[in-house]
């Protein structure tokens, strides 16, 4: 905008063009291309739905308690992105790959890091809660060719649906989580529990806004995964267990078709001998499609 152009004030039918226009100073174009796009449908929004002060200031306080719920250990506004299908929509943007590789979906608040590294073979489960469970599969490229030293970091919930995290005062820490490293085959397996379905955090103002809105905040049973290895991308994946109640309404749009893995329920006392686990026990198999860096 110069000195001689015309001066345009605010109106209700100019809004957003005005709001935008004076973002001319800045060198940041990137910035300015986003802003855009954001003042232009949030003024949308605000013109559609005709909020009323009360209204907008209910929105206010709703964002005010969602920065005021957050901090080091629970973010707040993150779960905001998540149930809203954000999360999911910008990990698809950033995880776009070749069909037959793995699928990424969310990773969600529960990952830590300086999980143990364990040996193959070796039980991720330190309270030896819960239904025993044989995990095992092999990590590939899109030619099906085993990557030797891939690292599988694995995290999942108890038997009663917690991450250790979340009760620091009744599970050992690193309960039911682990690093495993691949063979020259590319093989892993570890011993496990079955995961069940359980509920994300819903005493801050996302769990108000869920149960204003009619939903649920439960997620189907899962096991999740990290899978990196060097020259290939990394996948933040789950796999889900096949028959699970809540397969089709996860709380946080995180359910791929592709992740669905049939658990099977195993009779086998010579089996679960050989495994080490008690029988009956579950088994899964699961292959991880890693692609090339970059490509
Ligand atoms: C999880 O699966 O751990 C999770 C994902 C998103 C939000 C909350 C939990
Ligand atoms: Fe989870």
Known sequence: MSRDDPITYFTEQNSAEVVIERMVGSDNPRLVEVMRS???????????????YEEWMTAIRFLTDTGQMSDTKRQEFILLS????????????????????????????????GAPERAQGDTISDDGKGEPLVVSGRVVDVD???????????????????????????????????????????R????????????????????????????????????????SAPGFETVTTHIFVHDDPYLEIDAVFGVKESLIREFVHRDDPAKAAEFGVENPFWTVETDFVLTPSGA
């Open 82 to 113: 998540d149930v809203l299908g954000v999360s999911m929509l910008v990990d698809a943007i950033n995880t776009r790959r070749p069909s037959g590789a793995t699928e990424n979906t969310v990773l969600g608040p529960f990952h830590v890091e």
């Open 38 to 52: 954001v003042i232009t449908h949030l003024h949308a929004v605000v013109t559609e739905v005709e909020p009323s």
């Open 188 to 227: 892993f397996s570890y011993r496990s529990i079955k995961p069940i379905y359980y509920g994300i955090p819903d005493d801050g103002p996302v769990g108000q806004m869920l149960r204003a809105l009619g939903r649920g905040n439960t997620r189907p049973a899962h096991l999740h995964y990290i899978v």
């Open 144 to 186: 099906g060719r085993p990557i030797e030293g891939a690292v599988v970091d694995t995290w999942q919930t108890s038997h009663d649906g917690f991450y250790d995290s979340q009760q620091p005062d009744i599970q050992p820490e690193h309960n039911l989580r682990g690093i495993f490293r691949t063979g020259a085959d590319g």
